[in-house]
């Protein structure tokens, strides 16, 4: 079952996030960050994909702290531009609490002391390798976030 939810950051700030539940028990969770285009049909895809493997995924929209729904095309024109300059000049530490918001509603659904990583393409490749390292997250991402990377 797949559907776009209403996350609150800790923050207090809400964010829509793409959602995708596995049939039966889940495995564990799986954050997916999104690429500089927003959260894209490819990114959707993405988090069928790891449903379709027994995992609840799920995609903060980290973008929704400027525009809601806010998803660039890919090309090579002014949408690609604007996704750059939006990449170039992000709040990444605002996007840590967002993509935690993630994290923490989806290890909610999780059985016991289930597990969540994340996963990162583009922007999001850089999120989930900042989201590992960073000072502010670390103690809490070591006991239940585990990073997996491409």
């Known amino acids: ?3 776009m939810v209403r996350l609150t950051a800790k923050d207090g700030h809400q964010l829509d996030a793409w959602l995708v539940r596995p049939e039966g028990t889940p ?3 799986v954050v997916v960050a999104q690429e500089m285009y927003g959260i894209t049909d ?8 790891y449903a379709s493997h027994g995992y609840v995924s799920i995609a903060p ?11 660039l095309a890919y090309d090579e024109g002014p949408q690609h531009n604007y996704a750059q300059e939006l990449f170039n000049n992000w709040d990444w530490p605002a996007a840590l609490v967002d993509l935690d918001a ?5 290890a909610a ?3 016991g002391n289930g597990k969540v ?3 990162g393409f583009c922007f999001g490749g850089s999120l989930a390798w900042l989201a590992a390292g960073s000072e502010e997250h670390t103690s809490e991402l070591q006991s239940r976030l585990h990073l997996v990377c491409r």
């Open 1 to 3: 079952m797949s559907e």
């Open 27 to 29: 495995r564990g969770g």
């Open 42 to 49: 490819y990114l959707k895809s993405v988090c069928d994909f």
């Open 61 to 71: 929209a980290v973008y929704d702290r400027k525009q809601r729904n806010l998803v």
């Open 102 to 106: 993630g994290r923490t509603a989806i």
């Open 109 to 111: 659904m999780l059985p």
């Open 117 to 119: 990583g994340i996963v």
